[in-house]
């Protein structure tokens, strides 16, 4: 339990007091009001670091004020890529003098000329004060390819102050992750799936149709290296299944001519075939049958059936950093008798939307939790209190830490679980959680869950 | 080129240092800052995050906000957070965004105060300086404001710090402890120079071993209420140059004196003792100092600086040791170097450090390039881990990691150097 920092001030919540909403009275798609922000300790979730180190080969260079260099270069260091990584500080005579662009250009410059081995790729991060002094980009950049022809140049952006309007940051990420493929011929037998952080799983939906039809499946996950990665041009169909990669799907679709798919990430039976029907149109494969979809429905619901058997009443609580549709799982767990209580979530992701509505009416006491607002800073403290010695499952590490249980998943972003696959994996998963501790906090408080894979 | 790294880390920057200072006060600190500064504050800079429920905050500032100048949404988020969560004082800290739009910290610190009735500061941190600039910032803050005159405060009751069991039992073991009628304050302690792997508690056993008596920490292990009786010591001691900004208004405030230097050594310490009992009294029978810089009482170091060679023939130039990193703890390290090993030791600070603190063999090093060549001809390097890609192969490493340089990464190799430096000397001698 977290230590009071003064005892004299009165300044714990009770549970009470700890803010949520009941779903039948949240707004879509923002339940509350924004304010200052508190970071929970769970720290799973990849951040531009991690997604930038997907490009194998590639240089990351961010060039920003020491205070926003410190995490993304400890990302660096911690997940032991610092040789692919540098830093260029923006100093307050920077701001001054107008030299913002001379700074980019040189600092770039001087490190590519110290660097070992010249990287086939530079991954060059821009922050908030290029955007905001009006730093002219297309020369940077435009100087920078004439200086060193034989490196592929792309922009990155660091400035979360954008968050609120337009692209997010993590959208943006994804889709300069791809902008470096050069253009090449299409092969009619190639697919890439883009835009996830985390390997596919073998046994998901998608995997298990892309590899029934014989296509050649690229993944920036498994390229080795540069080359490698620059073969996933020659896709015809590129199938995203994040939300946040459809822009840069559509991107890619356009400057290189294949077709983007957006996979919906869902937990809803219907909407899993009708998603799945859409990708074998694109794919000119057969869709799949009605008794292969009989079958995959039955298979969900056995486990469904031996999952609730074996935790019971057991609360559950749910969090975003899971998966895409935290109140689709809360909808298909809730009508499975389930005793889902919580969904951490500080806004409602618009493909949840019919989820949050069907919960509006089916299940109006499903409480929805924020993560960032002040008062969470003491919402363990006060969940402790309040559970005594009661059992939490938690699916997702937010709604773990802010439980402070030891029965949770540890998974991120999905974990490159989609379709039919998604509710089993899922359903096994909060078996293995309820059976099996874990080491709550030394697990949650590890950057970039599985980013190993950026490793080569 | 200057501001470039290819390959070593960052220093903590002086916005985390507010926090870092200020954490364990029972204030609410809020980050003016769209988003990024609070997960790198609680993951890399703040061990304590886990463990104590200290509430610091970002603004989440927008774009919107920030060109049109929405100074109000801060304001009333500030306000409407403390409603509810009552905190002692009320802190926002700057990073490069309000820098760039001028935002009024003192003005908005002010509205904030006179709204919600609770003490309030603005610091005005760019994000581009480093922890130590904050945190010396922010502890200066402290001091002008909370620290109260011991005239109007004399009251009952122990002036000490509450020991713990831990404490008491170790003071009650310490025969030899003979008290001086003195007592201090230890000021500039934060997780970023000392982790918590419990130096804060050892600098205060030596202290009391040496027959001082401790009123405060600045800032772990003492309350708001015990750093506000700060003034009734006689003398503070700078651990870290965190610490100096407190040390100029509590010198301008009261006259309080100050010592300059970190007790890890076998020899140091006991002559950094001696020279502030002696000192103190020195002051007391003077009526205290004329200027700021007259009540500093520093020990004497860089014992090679008249030309004289160390062990093997070793000088500044060649042979010798580089120490990099904040500028105190590092000056006394030399300093414990050279008195014990022999060997001339020279300073690399890469953080901002009091002028005239370091010795003319001594640098200061921001940046990669600066730092690489002061390293030719050095026999031994002592640094974060993360330095060691860019010292040269002909240095031997000795590895001494600190949180304000490589966060979490190396915590619990972070040696507790009042408890024990023998470990790290015998790598030397």
């Known amino acids: 339990m977290l230590k009071k920092v003064n005892e004299k001030q009165n300044i714990r919540l009770s549970a009470d007091e700890i803010p949520h909403v009941r779903i039948a009275d949240a707004n879509f798609p923002a339940p509350f009001r924004s304010g200052l922000e508190y970071s929970s300790p769970a720290r799973g979730t990849w951040n531009i670091v991690h997604t930038g180190m997907l490009i194998p080969e590639a240089h990351e260079i961010f060039v920003c004020a020491a205070g926003c260099l410190r995490g993304v270069v400890l990302t660096a260091a911690e997940m032991g890529t610092t040789d692919r990584f540098s830093t260029v500080a923006v100093r307050e005579n920077n701001l001054l003098d107008g030299d913002m662009e001379d700074l980019v250009i040189e600092g770039v410059t001087d490190i590519i000329n110290k660097l070992p081995k010249r990287p086939p790729a530079v991954l060059v991060y821009t922050?908030?004060?290029?955007?905001?002094?009006?730093?002219?980009?297309?020369?940077?950049?435009?100087?920078?390819?004439?200086?060193?022809?034989?490196?592929?140049?792309?922009d990155c952006y660091m400035n979360p102050i954008m968050r609120k309007s337009g692209l997010t940051p993590d959208q943006l990420m994804r889709s300069r992750l791809y902008m470096l493929l050069h253009e090449r011929e299409i092969d009619p037998q190639a697919v890439a799936i883009i835009g996830n952080d985390l390997p596919t799983d073998e046994d998901s939906d998608l995997m298990k149709i892309l590899k029934g039809a014989g296509l050649k499946i690229h993944e920036?996950?498994?390229?080795?290296?540069?080359?490698?990665?620059?073969?996933?041009?020659?896709?015809?169909?590129?199938?995203?299944?994040?939300?946040?990669?459809?822009?840069g799907g559509d991107m890619l679709s356009?400057?290189?001519?294949?077709?983007?798919?957006?996979?919906k990430f869902s937990f809803d039976y219907d909407e899993i075939d009708e998603t799945f029907a859409g990708l074998a149109e694109v794919l000119g494969t057969a869709p799949r049958s009605s008794e292969e979809i009989s079958a995959l429905r039955a298979e969900c619901e056995k486990e469904l059936e031996e999952t609730k058997k074996l935790i019971g009443e057991t609360p559950v609580s749910i969090d975003y950093t899971y998966c895409p549709r935290p109140l689709g799982l809360a909808k298909l767990l809730l009508d499975h008798g389930f005793n889902v209580t919580k969904v951490y979530a500080d806004g409602i992701p618009g493909g949840d939307k019919a989820a949050f509505e069907s919960l509006q009416k089916e299940h109006p006491d499903l409480m929805i939790y924020p993560t960032v607002h002040p008062g969470m800073r003491f919402a363990r403290t006060a969940n402790v209190e309040e559970q005594g010695e009661v059992k939490v499952l938690a699916i997702g590490q937010k709604a773990a830490a802010f439980e402070e249980t030891d029965h949770f998943i540890n998974v991120v972003e999905g974990g490159g679980m989609n379709g039919y696959e998604a509710v089993m994996r899922t359903c096994r998963l909060m078996r293995e959680a309820f059976l099996e501790k874990k080491e709550m906090r030394e697990l949650v408080q590890v950057k970039g869950l599985g980013c190993e894979v950026c490793i080569r | 080129m200057k501001q470039t790294a290819r390959i070593i880390s960052t220093y903590s920057a002086d916005v985390m240092g507010v926090c870092s200072a200020l954490f364990e006060l029972g204030g609410m600190t809020v980050m003016h800052d769209a988003s990024g500064c609070n997960s790198t504050y609680t993951t890399h800079d703040e061990p304590r995050w886990y463990d104590m429920d200290s509430m610091v905050y970002i603004s989440g500032i927008s774009e919107m906000e920030a060109i049109m100048g929405d100074d109000e949404k801060l304001i009333s988020d500030i306000v409407d957070a403390a409603a509810v969560l009552k905190p002692a004082f009320i802190a926002i800290a700057g990073t490069p965004i309000p820098t760039m739009t001028g935002f009024d910290f003192e003005a908005v610190a002010a509205v904030i105060e006179q709204r919600s009735g609770i003490p309030s500061f603005g610091f005005p941190t760019t994000g581009m300086n480093t922890y130590i600039h904050g945190a010396s910032m922010a502890f200066a803050g402290i001091a002008e404001r909370f620290v109260d005159d011991p005239e109007d405060s004399k009251s009952g009751g122990s002036n000490t710090l509450n020991m713990s069991a831990r404490k008491l039992a170790s003071v009650l073991d310490s025969c030899c402890m003979r008290p001086n009628g003195i007592k201090v304050n230890v000021l500039g302690l934060t997780p970023l120079d000392f982790s918590v792997n419990g130096t804060d508690d050892s600098i205060v056993q030596w202290l009391e071993r040496e027959g001082f008596e401790v009123v405060s920490k600045w800032a772990m292990g003492s309350s708001l209420d015990e750093i506000r009786r700060s003034a009734e010591a006689d003398v503070?001691?700078?651990?870290s140059a965190a610490g100096y900004g407190a040390a100029k208004v509590l010198y301008e405030r009261f006259g309080m004196p100050y010592a300059i230097g970190f007790p890890a050594g076998n020899e140091l310490p006991g002559l950094l003792a001696d020279r502030i009992i002696l000192s103190v009294k020195q002051f007391k029978e003077?009526?205290?100092?004329?200027?700021?810089?007259?009540?500093?009482?520093s020990v004497d170091s860089g014992v090679f600086l008249d030309g004289s060679e160390g062990k093997g023939g070793s000088t500044y130039e060649k042979g010798f040791a580089a120490v990099i990193g904040?500028?105190?703890?590092?000056?006394?390290?030399a300093g414990t170097i050279e008195l014990e090993c022999g060997i001339p030791a020279k300073v690399l600070c890469a953080t901002e450090c009091p002028e005239d603190i370091l010795r003319e063999c001594d640098r200061m090093t921001p940046d990669e390039d600066d730092i690489i060549p002061e390293l030719e001809g050095a026999a031994f390097v002592i640094a974060d881990p993360l330095y060691k890609p860019i010292v040269p192969e002909s240095a031997k490493f000795i590895s001494l990691p600190s949180e304000a340089f490589s966060g979490r990464i190396y915590r619990d190799e972070i040696p507790d150097l009042v408890e024990d430096i023998n470990e790290l000397l015998i790598k030397i001698k």
């Open chain 1, 127 to 154: 922050s908030c004060v290029h955007h905001f002094t009006g730093v002219d980009l297309d020369m940077i950049y435009a100087t920078l390819r004439s200086r060193f022809p034989d490196i592929d140049f792309t």
């Open chain 1, 220 to 247: 920036i996950t498994s390229c080795k290296n540069y080359e490698e990665y620059q073969q996933m041009a020659e896709s015809r169909v590129y199938v995203s299944y994040n939300p946040d990669a459809a822009p």
């Open chain 1, 254 to 263: 356009e400057r290189l001519g294949g077709t983007h798919y957006a996979l």
């Open chain 2, 236 to 239: 503070n001691l700078v651990v």
């Open chain 2, 286 to 297: 003077q009526g205290g100092a004329d200027s700021f810089e007259a009540a500093e009482i």
């Open chain 2, 326 to 333: 904040e500028g105190i703890t590092s000056l006394s390290l």
